[in-house]
T-cell receptor, first 113, second 113 residues
């Protein structure tokens, strides 16, 4: 089975802090994604990566950056956390190819105070 | 704007009944279709994939795809209270030589004991 592991299940930080969310997958997937999920808004794509050291902006990249130094690891960085970044953050990975689904980690519920 | 639309619900069905969940999509170039189940506070879990027109069955679940009508559905037979969750429809589209996954906001299903 695919295993996508997010470093923290719950996280509380203060405004202005730099926050790192880590995601690791163990199935040699090329593609990795970061989403946030808020009530009534569904899943919104922040950034994605199709290869090591490669990144693409999603629909809501403002206030975030990412890093993919190794194939199995994709990090999301909140440069200066703000209260409107309080959310559930979900990492996903997939193989390349037309019919490959995404597999999600357990999520990180991040609260910015 | 590529969109995936679902009725937010809640859809309430009695235990043992068939639950029918529907999803429409706007991009005719959509190639792959996925259903995820998400329990409250948890991450999405893949339950069905479908790529060709017609029906695909897996246990109590049947996915139906009609590309001409841009419509995909999920049937859950013999619904159980444990099926109560939010069901997300996801569509994979090719864009600028890469793939993106577009999610609906989900339908909340309540199975009444």
């Amino acid at each position: 089975d695919v295993k996508v592991t997010q470093s923290s299940r719950y996280l509380v930080k203060r405004t202005g802090e730099k926050v790192f969310l880590e995601c690791v997958q163990d199935m040699d997937h090329e593609n990795m994604f970061w989403y946030r999920q808020d009530p009534g808004l569904g899943l919104r794509l922040i950034y994605f990566s199709y290869d090591v050291k490669m990144k693409e902006k999603g629909d809501i990249p403002e206030g975030y950056s990412v890093s993919r130094e190794k194939k199995e690891r994709f990090s999301l960085i909140l440069e200066s956390a703000s209260t409107n970044q309080t959310s559930m953050y979900l990492c996903a990975s997939s193989l390349g190819g037309r019919n490959q689904p995404q597999h999600f980690g357990d999520g990180t519920r991040l609260s910015i105070l | 704007q590529k969109e995936v639309e679902q009725n937010s619900g809640p859809l309430s069905v009695p235990e043992g009944a068939i639950a029918s969940l529907n999803c429409t999509y706007s991009d005719r170039g959509s190639q792959s279709f996925f259903w995820y189940r998400q329990y409250s506070g948890k991450s999405p879990e893949l339950i069905m994939s479908i790529y060709s027109n017609g029906d695909k069955e897996d246990g109590r679940f049947t996915a139906q795809l009609n590309k001409a009508s841009q419509y995909v559905s999920l049937l859950i037979r013999d619904s159980q209270p444990s099926d109560s969750a939010t069901y997300l429809c996801a569509v994979k589209v090719e864009t600028s030589g890469t793939y993106k996954y577009i999610f609906g906001t989900g339908t909340r299903l309540k199975v009444l004991a």
